[in-house]
């Protein structure tokens, strides 16, 4: 049971252009998302974070979106740069969860010169 | 500051050996996540452990996969015996402590491959 959908495996983008990467999630119950950037061989560190209060979140060229009555969020990436080639995962969490992320399958996202 | 370290990095072993991974969280972190991440998937939580007591360990495998935290620092996990299909990579992950906003650093990982 796939609670955190990414259905795009893979994104490709050129550079300076916007990066849109979308997450769904089933669980109502989830009210804290976080997205994730991964590097080859290094581990996923945090990105973005949006709680279920909020509908937009933004830090720098990164912005959250929060939609929950279709239970769908996405990161912008704007502008997209080379150096933001990586996979993105999607992660939710609920109250008394204890902090336990449920992360999406992740997208690789390519930005090309 | 060091982040979350790992060892080892990589590591080859036939089905049916015994495995270990070590984690050392980020000093003063008190919870620590263990991660199972196969090929093309999500990280997925085995184990949390606030402090040196397993206080989530539902997703663990118990028959083969033991994990311990003796002082509340660093952590191990083990696999005894290993299985082709536990060929993933094992990441470790802490927080200064669960139930709040508080985000999750993660180590490198461990790539096991059994053969």
């Known amino acids: 049971d796939q609670q955190v959908k990414q259905n795009s495996p893979s994104l490709s983008v050129q550079e300076g252009r916007i990066s849109i990467l979308n997450c769904d999630y089933t669980?109502?119950?989830?009210?804290?998302f976080l997205w994730y950037k991964k590097y080859p061989a290094e581990g996923p560190t945090f990105l973005i974070s949006?709680?279920?209060?909020?509908d937009k979140n933004e830090d720098g060229r990164f912005t959250v979106f929060l939609n929950k009555s279709a239970k769908h969020l996405s990161l912008h990436i704007v502008p997209s740069q080379p150096g933001d080639s990586a996979v993105y995962f999607c992660?939710?969490?609920?109250?008394?969860?204890?902090?336990?992320?449920?992360f999406g399958t992740g997208t690789q996202l390519k930005v090309e010169l | 500051e060091a982040g979350v370290v790992q060892s080892p990095r990589y590591k080859i072993i036939e089905k049916k050996q015994p495995v270990a991974f070590w984690c050392n969280p980020i000093s003063g972190h008190n919870t620590l996540y263990w991660y199972l991440q196969n090929l093309g998937q999500g990280p997925e939580l085995l184990i949390r452990?606030?402090?040196?007591?397993?206080?989530?360990d539902s997703q663990l495998p118990k028959d083969r996969f033991s994990a311990e935290r003796l002082k509340g620092v660093d952590s191990t996990l083990k696999i005894q015996p290993a299985e082709l299909g536990d060929s993933a990579v094992y990441l470790c992950a802490s927080s200064l402590v669960a139930g709040a906003n508080n985000e999750q650093f993660f180590g490198p990982g461990t790539r096991l491959t059994v053969l």
């Open positions: 669980n109502s119950m989830f009210d804290y």
């Open positions: 949006i709680s279920s209060i909020k």
């Open positions: 452990y606030e402090n040196e007591e397993a206080v989530d």
């Open positions: 992660a939710a969490r609920k109250t008394g969860g204890g902090n336990k992320l449920t």
